[in-house]
C-alpha cells in the first residue's frame, strides 16, 4: 500500500450510467474505462471534481470489475481487481482496508449505488457519483 489517496471504482456501475452500447461488448468498455482511469494515477482529480479533495494530487486507483468484465489486466497506474462474488462486497472490503492500513488515509469511492455509498462511507470512505471520472 502506498500513502496517497485510494480511488475505487465501482466498474460495472460507472461503465452503465452512459448509454453508448456497453452492453455489446461489457470487456471492451471496461477495459475503455480503464485506460480513461490511468490519468489519475498521476494528475490526480481534475479541479471541481470532489470537494475537499486536493486537485492533482496523485492518486492510488482501483477499478472493480465482475461479470463479464472479469480478468481484464492492471495497467500502469490502475489496479484491476476481478470479483470473484460480489463487486459491492468487494469495494466495501478494500474502502474498510484502506483506512485501517494506514489510518487517516482518504479513500473515494466512486459510484452511483446507494446501498454501497452507504456501505463505504460508514468504512470512512468519501463518495462520488460516476460522472467525476468518467471521460469527458
Do not use: H, K
Not at 480513461?36 to 492510488?60: D, I, N, Q, R
Not at 470489475?65 to 472479469?70: D, L, N, P, Q, T
Not at 459491492?88 to 455509498?117: M, N
Amino acid at each position: 500500500m502506498t500513502g496517497r489517496p485510494l480511488l475505487v471504482v465501482d466498474g460495472a456501475n460507472v461503465v452503465g450510467s452512459v448509454p453508448d452500447g456497453w452492453w455489446r461488448d461489457r470487456r471492451a468498455a471496461a477495459e475503455r474505462l480503464r485506460d480513461a482511469l490511468a490519468g489519475f494515477a498521476t494528475s490526480g482529480l481534475p479541479a471541481g471534481g470532489v470537494p475537499g479533495w486536493a486537485v492533482g494530487t496523485p492518486l492510488e486507483v482501483v477499478l472493480v470489475v465482475e461479470g463479464a468484465a472479469r480478468g481484464i489486466a492492471s495497467v500502469p497506474g490502475v489496479r484491476v481487481e476481478s470479483a470473484a462474488g460480489s463487486g459491492d462486497d468487494l469495494i466495501a472490503a478494500l474502502a474498510a482496508a484502506a483506512g485501517s492500513a494506514a489510518p487517516g488515509r482518504p479513500c473515494l469511492v466512486a459510484t452511483a449505488d446507494r446501498e454501497l455509498r452507504a456501505r463505504v462511507t460508514a468504512s470512512g470512505a468519501a463518495v462520488v457519483g460516476p460522472r467525476a471520472v468518467r471521460p469527458r
